[in-house]
C-alpha cells in the first residue's frame, strides 16, 4: 500500500511538473525581452527592451502612431545605459540609465528622447519636464522587412530596427 502511494505520488509530481512546463511554453511572451550592449570607444552601453514582431500589422503610423512618444519596444519602456559621458547626435548625454523613447515622424526625421525617469511602464507616464536629452535623427529604409524589433550596437552608435524603418543613432 504504501509503495503505491509513493508510486501515485511520483506520477501526480511527474505530471504537474510536466503541465507547468507545457504552460510555460505556451505563453511565450509575444513580446520577449532582450538585451543589446557593446563598446562605443571606452563607453560601455547596454540597451534593454521587448521586442514585438510585426505581425501583417500596420506599424509606422498603425500600431505606432506619428509625433506621439513611443517607448520604442513594448511593455516596459526601452532602457539605455551608459557607463561613461557619451555625445549623442552631437549633444552631451552624461553617464547613467535613462528610459528611451521615439517620436516617429512620417517625414523621416524623428525625435530620439533620453529621459531621466528609467523604470517606466510605456510611455503613459512619460513627462517631458524629465528628459535629459532630445535630438533628431533621420530614419533609413531597410533592404527587407525586420519582423522582430531589434537594437544593435556598432562603432558608431546603434540603430533600432523594426519593420522597414532603420533609426540610427550617432554616438561619440
Known amino acids: 500500500m504504501k509503495t503505491m502511494i509513493k508510486t501515485v505520488a511520483v506520477v501526480f509530481a ?8 507545457f504552460a510555460q511554453e505556451a505563453k511565450k511572451s509575444a513580446s520577449p525581452p532582450a538585451t543589446a550592449t557593446g563598446k562605443i570607444k571606452d563607453a560601455t552601453i547596454t540597451i534593454n527592451y521587448n521586442s514585438p514582431s510585426v ?3 500596420t506599424i509606422w503610423g498603425g500600431l505606432e502612431a ?3 512618444v513611443w517607448r520604442a519596444g513594448a511593455n516596459d519602456a526601452t532602457t539605455f545605459e551608459t557607463d561613461k559621458d557619451i555625445t549623442v547626435q552631437g549633444k552631451k548625454l552624461p553617464a547613467g540609465k535613462y528610459s528611451f523613447f521615439l517620436i516617429p515622424k512620417e517625414s523621416g526625421t524623428w525625435t530620439a528622447i533620453f529621459n531621466k525617469e ?3 511602464w510605456g510611455a503613459y507616464k512619460y513627462e517631458e519636464s524629465k528628459d535629459a536629452l532630445r ?3 533621420k530614419t533609413k529604409a531597410l533592404q527587407t522587412k525586420q ?3 531589434v537594437y544593435k550596437i ?3 552608435g546603434f540603430t533600432m530596427d523594426w ?3 532603420s533609426v540610427p543613432v550617432e554616438i561619440k
Open 14 to 21: 511527474t505530471m504537474t511538473m510536466s503541465a507547468n512546463a
Open 55 to 57: 505581425k501583417g500589422r
Open 66 to 68: 506619428y509625433n506621439k
Open 118 to 120: 528609467a523604470k517606466q
Open 135 to 137: 535630438v533628431d535623427v
Open 147 to 149: 519582423e522582430t524589433l
Open 154 to 156: 556598432n562603432s558608431n
Open 163 to 165: 519593420d522597414k524603418i
